[in-house]
C-alpha cells in the first residue's frame, strides 16, 4: 500500500524550539491516528532556518538552492501539510511568508493544511484566523476547522475547565487531518522525465 507523504514546515528560528516542537507532536498524532487503519505515513520535515538563506537567494535570482528545490518538491508532492510559525510582530514571520511566497500558485490547491502557531502569549492566537487561515485561503487550500495556537504558558498545562489543553487540542486537530487523509487516496508517486535519445528526436524530425 502506497504511504501517504506528510510534510511538516516549521518555521522555527532556534534549535530547538517550541514551533519545531508543536510541529512534530501534531505529526506524531496524526500517524498515531492512521495507524490502527493500517495507514502508513511518510513524514518529511522542511526546517525553514535552514533554507533562509537560499530563500532570500530565490527572490533575488529566480532559481532555487538544492536544499529549496528539495524542500518545494516534498511540498509538491505531499497529500497534506502541517504548516507551524512562530509570531512576529502580531503575524506570521518573514520566513513563513517568504517560504510560501516561492511557491507555484496552483502547489497547494485542494491539499489539506493543518494550521498552527507559537507566540509567548494567549493574546496572539487570533494569529492564526486573521493571517495564517487567510493566507492558505489565498492559495487554495484545504485548511482544517482546528488550529492549533501553544502559548509559553501552555506547556505542560492540563488547561481549564472552560478550555481544551495543549495536548487535547493537538489532539483534535490531528484527528481531523487523519481522518480528511483516509478518506483520500495516496499521491501517485511522479513519473520520472523520459528520455528520448538524440537519434530519435532527429529521425522525428525528418518525418
Known amino acids: 500500500m502506497t504511504a501517504y507523504k506528510l510534510v511538516v514546515v516549521s518555521a522555527g528560528l532556534s534549535k530547538p524550539s517550541s514551533t519545531r516542537l508543536l510541529a512534530d507532536r501534531l505529526a506524531d498524532s496524526t500517524v498515531r491516528r492512521l495507524a490502527p487503519e ?11 532556518r535552514d533554507l533562509a538563506v537560499e530563500i532570500a537567494n530565490n527572490f533575488v535570482t529566480g532559481f532555487p538552492g538544492a536544499g529549496l528545490r528539495a524542500a518545494i518538491e516534498a511540498v509538491t508532492e505531499a497529500d497534506a501539510l502541517i504548516a507551524v510559525t512562530p509570531v512576529f510582530k ?17 502547489v497547494l490547491t485542494g491539499k489539506p ?25 489565498y492559495l487554495r487550500a484545504v485548511v482544517l476547522p482546528t488550529a492549533v495556537y501553544a502559548a509559553t504558558d501552555d506547556w505542560g498545562a492540563a488547561g481549564d475547565k ?22 483520500r487516496a495516496p499521491a501517485s508517486p511522479a513519473l520520472p ?15
Open 38 to 48: 493500517g495507514r502508513e505515513v511518510e513524514v518529511t520535515v522542511v526546517e525553514l
Open 90 to 106: 502580531a503575524s506570521y514571520s518573514g520566513l513563513f511568508k517568504s517560504f510560501f511566497d516561492v511557491l507555484d500558485d496552483d
Open 113 to 137: 493544511v493543518l494550521i498552527a502557531a507559537t507566540g509567548g502569549t494567549p493574546r496572539h492566537s487570533l494569529v492564526l484566523e486573521h493571517a495564517v487561515r487567510p493566507l492558505f485561503g
Open 162 to 183: 472552560y478550555a481544551d489543553g495543549l495536548p487535547r487540542r493537538i489532539d483534535r486537530a490531528a484527528g481531523e487531518l487523519a481522518a480528511l487523509l483516509a478518506g
Open 193 to 207: 522525465d523520459q528520455v528520448v535519445p538524440f537519434a530519435e528526436q532527429l529521425a522525428a524530425l525528418r518525418v
